[in-house]
C-alpha cells in the first residue's frame, strides 16, 4: 500500500511541478492565439478550446499512469539487473572491445570513413 500511495503522490507532485512549468505555459498562449482567431464562430472556437482541452487532459493522464507503473516496477527492473545484467554486460565488453582495439572489422560500405566526414567538416566550417 505503501508503494501505491508514493507512486500516486510523486504522479500528483510532478504534474503540479509540469503545470507551473514555462513550457505549458507558452503551449496554452499558442492554443488561445490558434482557438482566438475563429472569433467570428463561437461554436467552432468552443469545440477547438474543449477539444485541446480534453487532449491535455488525456495526455497527462496517460502520463501518469505511466508515470506510477514505472515507479511502481523500480523493484522488479531492480531484480532483473542485478540478477541477468552482469551475464550479459560481461561478453558485450569484451566484444566492444574487440571493435575498439579493431580485432574485428566491420566494413559498412554505405558508411563514410572518417577522413570524408573530415573533409565534409573543414569545407563546411567557417
Not at 84 to 103: A, D, Q, R, T
Not at 109 to 121: G, L, Q, R
Request: net charge neutral.
Amino acid at each position: 500500500m505503501d508503494t501505491l500511495l508514493f507512486g500516486t503522490l510523486s504522479a500528483l507532485w510532478l504534474g503540479i511541478l509540469t503545470s507551473i512549468s514555462p513550457c505549458p505555459m507558452a503551449t496554452n498562449i499558442v492554443a488561445i492565439s490558434f482557438v482566438g482567431k475563429g472569433v467570428g464562430r463561437p461554436y467552432h472556437v468552443l469545440l477547438l478550446g474543449l477539444s485541446y482541452t480534453f487532449g491535455r487532459i488525456i495526455a497527462y493522464f496517460v502520463l501518469g499512469i505511466l508515470i506510477t507503473k514505472g515507479i511502481l516496477s523500480i523493484p522488479g527492473v531492480s531484480y532483473f539487473l542485478q540478477t541477468y545484467l552482469n551475464k550479459f554486460l560481461g561478453p558485450l565488453l569484451i566484444v566492444v572491445g574487440m571493435f575498439l582495439v579493431e580485432l574485428i572489422k566491420v566494413d559498412i560500405a554505405w558508411a563514410p570513413d572518417s577522413d570524408t566526414i573530415e573533409k565534409h567538416a573543414e569545407k563546411d566550417s567557417l
